[in-house]
Every structure is written in C-alpha cells, then in structure tokens.
Nanobody, 121 residues
C-alpha cells in the first residue's frame, strides 16, 4: 500500500492550491484520511481529517479557508486551500488508515511522501 501526494507548489498570498493524495495497492477499505503539515523548525501538525462517512475536522488556523474531501472510488483525498497565507508554508503530508485485503480487520496508518507548499507574501 502506498500514498502518493501531489499538487504542491509556489503561490502568492491570497491564492489557491489543491493537493491530491492517491492510495494504491491491495486495499480492502480506507478509513480516516487526513492532511498534516510541517513548517521549518516546527512540529508536524494536523490540518484536516475526513472519515469514510465524510465527517470532517479542521485545525482552527485553516477553518473557512481549507476544504478536505475524498473520492472513495478513486481512493483519493483532496485538500483545497484558498486564501493562502505565508504561515501556510510547509511540507504537507497525507495519511490514511487502510485495511488491506490480506488483513481486512486490521487498520494500518500510511503516510505519503510530502509535498511542499510555499506561499509568498
């Protein structure tokens, strides 16, 4: 099982980006999916999570600006980021709790490789 993140880049403050994270492999089911970020010199922090039923939760710092979504058929999650600020600059990591066909009752957490988002002021 692998997670592949994409969509990062350089954007001006006030602009938008959409991150994607696709899961691949022998997958039975995907439970919670989420995005974290790590800015230089800071700890990794939660940005947003979404359950397999579509319930969402956001960090206070991104509420009203970021939207997490998922396409279960494509095994992909998205993070739409609007009104970006310089403090959103970070490496963004996706993760997901995935159950494989080999062990359908056991959920393991997987991480994507990270994608850099740079917001210029």
């Amino acid at each position: 099982v692998q997670l592949q993140a994409s969509g990062g880049g350089l954007v001006q403050a006030g602009g938008s980006l959409r991150l994607s994270c696709a899961a691949s492999g022998i997958i039975f089911a995907i439970d919670d999916m989420g995005w974290y970020r790590q800015a230089p010199g800071k700890q990794r922090e939660l940005v947003a999570v979404i359950s397999n039923g579509g319930s969402t939760n956001y960090a206070d710092s991104v509420k009203g600006r970021f939207t997490i979504s998922r396409d279960n058929a494509k095994k992909t999650q998205y993070l739409q980021m609007n009104s970006l600020k310089s403090e959103d600059t970070a490496v963004y990591y996706c993760n997901a709790n995935i159950r494989s066909l080999r062990e359908p009752r056991k959920s393991n957490r997987y991480w994507g490789q990270g994608t850099l988002v740079t917001v210029s002021s």
